[in-house]
């Protein structure tokens, strides 16, 4: 019989569960473009009821979110602070570039949190020479630095200087519902002080597809013509929104046992020689391990670690990433543990 690997890459490889996909069986549906899908009409209202928006656009996907959020948001030539290691700039196959005409200046931090600050130092004085700063993106919970949390706090700063220097924000917010569940801070907290927000169903709330932006109706608006020009306008989309409904009733609070299977995994696997996590970055669902002492690359021990039984991604020359989700237990974040500890390097 084959044996079932350990599936740790992304909490976007759930599939979704029979209760889901009963769900979806008993969508409503209508065309969507002529506004007459209740399934989806629904999913808007509830999310932005949730998030204390004024409304929200559902769109196939989160690069689509972000990438219309920021066309939306911005002219031609303007320019984004954001930070190195964000998705936006590294897997948006240079989006803002592309559909948005966007300059880019990139903060480097050790952790995903930019200090506002530096923020503040990186803004362009009105001159006839420079491109205008005018937008933030924040990514939250940060991916590449490890599922990292930027505090309320530090947001509220950057709001401040936003104020001060009439810049916009946009949230990246892929990964939000983690950062709620870890410190118990309301979503619609998490939201206030942005002028864009991108949330997804699709990673650890387990929905198959979809992405959800919030606004105020003016911006929504904007970006459900510019939904259209990208081609993410949907018909019986009620189909996919079924399961984003599902997901949001019932797989928010869960994410509380994805953030104590990443510390089962985290400790386990800093117990291993070769392995070092960095604890302090283990904040939600996602442990990057530096493999470095192991002398291996990091295509090289995920393989062996594949081999195993066990599935992680490279995450840099000498890093690889695990990330925990509704598909995968405690028991089988123990047991891959106890394989990568009886394996030599
Ligand atoms: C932080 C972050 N933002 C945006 C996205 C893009 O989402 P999608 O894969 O749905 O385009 C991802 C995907 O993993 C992500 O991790």
Wanted: aromatic share 6%; glycine share 6%.
């Amino acid at each position: 019989m084959k044996k079932t690997k350990i599936d740790l890459r992304s909490d976007t490889i759930t599939k979704p569960s029979p209760e889901m996909r009963e769900a979806i069986f008993n969508a409503k549906v209508g065309d969507d473009v002529f506004g007459d899908d209740p399934t989806v009409n629904l999913l808007q209202e509830k999310t932005a009821e949730l998030f204390r928006k004024d409304a929200a656009l559902f769109v196939p996907s989160g690069t689509m979110s972000n990438q219309l959020a920021l066309k939306t948001l911005s002219e031609p030539g303007w320019e984004m602070i954001c930070e190195r290691e964000c998705h936006i700039v590294n897997y948006e196959t240079g989006g803002p570039a592309v559909h948005s005409s966007l300059m880019i200046n990139m903060l480097t931090t050790e952790y995903g949190v930019m200090p506002a600050d530096e923020i503040e130092a990186n803004i362009r004085h009105d001159d006839i020479h420079t491109p205008k700063t005018k937008i933030v993106t924040v990514e939250n919970t940060h991916n590449r630095h490890g599922g990292t949390i930027c505090p309320l706090d530090e947001i509220l700063k950057i709001r401040k200087v936003a104020d001060k220097h009439n810049l916009l924000m946009h949230l990246d917010g892929a990964r939000l519902w983690n950062a709620h569940v870890a410190t118990g801070i309301p979503l619609a907290d998490w939201v206030a002080p942005f002028d864009s927000i991108s949330v997804c169903f699709s990673k650890g709330l387990g929905a198959p597809i979809g992405s959800m932006m919030l606004g105020s109706r003016d911006f929504i608006e904007k970006a459900r013509r510019n939904r259209k020009l990208f081609g993410g306008a949907m018909r019986q989309v009620g189909i996919i929104a079924a399961a984003a409904i599902y997901a949001l009733d019932n797989n928010i609070k869960r994410l509380a046992d994805d953030h104590a299977n990443a510390r089962l995994l985290a400790e386990g696997l800093n117990n291993i020689d070769g392995f070092d996590v960095d604890m302090p970055r283990v904040q939600t669902n996602i442990v990057i391990a530096d493999i470095s002492k192991t002398g291996k690359s990091s295509n090289e021990v995920v393989s062996t670690l594949e081999e195993n039984g066990v599935l992680s991604v490279p995450f840099g020359p000498t890093t690889i990433r695990f990330v925990t989700h509704l598909d995968v237990s405690r028991e089988e974040c123990e047991k891959a543990v106890e394989i990568i500890s009886g394996l030599k390097f």
